[in-house]
C-alpha cells in the first residue's frame, strides 16, 4: 500500500536524505485499520500529519482526530 503513493520515492534514500522507516509507517496504518475494525463506533479518523523518521526511529503522529458516531 505504501508503495503505491506517488511520493514513494520520497521515502526512500533520496537526494541524499536518508531512507525513513517504511516498517513503521506500515505499521501505524496496520494499528489504525485494527482500530477502526474493532471499534464500529468509529465514524471518522483522521491523522495528519505522520512524520516518517529515519529507517529504526519510527514514525510521529502529530495531529489526531477520531469522531465517535
Not at 19 to 42: F, G
Not at 45 to 59: M, R, S, T
Amino acid at each position: 500500500m505504501v508503495q503505491a503513493i506517488k511520493g514513494y520515492r520520497l521515502l526512500q534514500s533520496y537526494r541524499g536524505q536518508p531512507a525513513v522507516d517504511l516498517k513503521a509507517i506500515q505499521d501505524v496504518l496496520l494499528r489504525i485499520s485494527h482500530l477502526a475494525e474493532a471499534i464500529p463506533e468509529i465514524s471518522e479518523l483522521d491523522v495528519n500529519p505522520i512524520f516518517a523518521l529515519p529507517e529504526g526511529q519510527g514514525g510521529r503522529i502529530v495531529d489526531a482526530r477520531i469522531r465517535v458516531a
